[in-house]
């Protein structure tokens, strides 16, 4: 595709639930980074992959949230026993063989 | 971590050059400067970066001072959908973490 895809684009969910969102990189990206973004606050970092390992996931706010990316493409975060102050817009990108990283549009977590 | 200082908001007019200064006091050698757009409800979209110098494309230039402590993004002729949150960050190449986004400044263009 042109460029980083995510869905679902909205989710909304009750409180203690389990969620997935999808992040489908720039193909050949090798770099894939998760942030999240509350409401009138800059995106912040949660994880970063190269490739399918996590060079770094010192973001995640605590052991609910994990993140997947099994085959150096597509990217799953998976949030556990939801809170209601999880409900964010949950960001991703991608990066290439340059230093810019492409974002994708988000997914707008409510937890209700 | 590399932090950037940059104005809350910042209100213009259509047809106006705008500047947009962001402080990194603690910038490293290897760190990259660069600017996001974001308009609500989207991700961020990638502006302009640089390293030193002057760094210009068909949206944006780039002016970083030879100490490389500050920035400025300047947008030449703003029109109204110019309207948005302006980020400035500083990097290395290995990101992760170090990627650290502010509040941003937020710029009004008015009519």
């Known amino acids: 595709g042109a460029g980083v895809s995510q869905t679902p684009s909205n989710k909304v969910t009750e409180k203690g639930k389990y969620v997935e969102l999808r992040c489908d990189p720039i193909s050949g990206h090798t770099a894939l980074y998760w942030y999240r973004q509350s409401l009138g606050q800059g995106p912040e970092f949660l994880i970063y992959?190269?490739?399918?390992?996590?060079?770094?996931d010192s973001g995640l706010p605590n052991d609910r949230f994990f993140a997947v990316r099994p085959e150096g493409s597509v990217s799953t975060l998976k949030i556990q026993r939801t809170e209601r102050g999880d409900s964010a817009v949950y960001l991703c990108?991608?990066?290439?063989?340059?230093?810019?990283?492409?974002f994708g549009p988000g997914t707008r977590l409510t937890v209700l | 971590l590399a932090k950037t200082t940059q104005p809350i908001s910042m209100d213009s007019y259509e047809g106006q050059e705008v500047n947009i200064t962001c402080s990194h006091n603690n910038i490293a050698t290897n760190d990259y400067i660069t600017w996001y757009q974001q308009f609500p409800s989207q991700g961020p979209r990638f502006i302009i970066q640089?390293?030193?110098t002057k760094v210009t494309n068909e949206v944006a230039s780039l002016f970083i001072p030879a100490d490389r402590k500050s920035s400025t993004l300047s947008l030449p002729r703003v029109s109204l959908s110019d309207t948005a949150v302006y980020y400035c960050l500083v990097g290395g190449p290995n990101y992760g973490q170090n990627f650290v986004f502010g509040p941003g400044t937020r710029l009004s263009v008015l009519p």
């Open positions: 990108a991608s990066r290439g063989g340059s230093d810019t990283q492409y």
């Open positions: 992959f190269q490739g399918t390992g996590a060079a770094d």
């Open positions: 640089g390293y030193k």
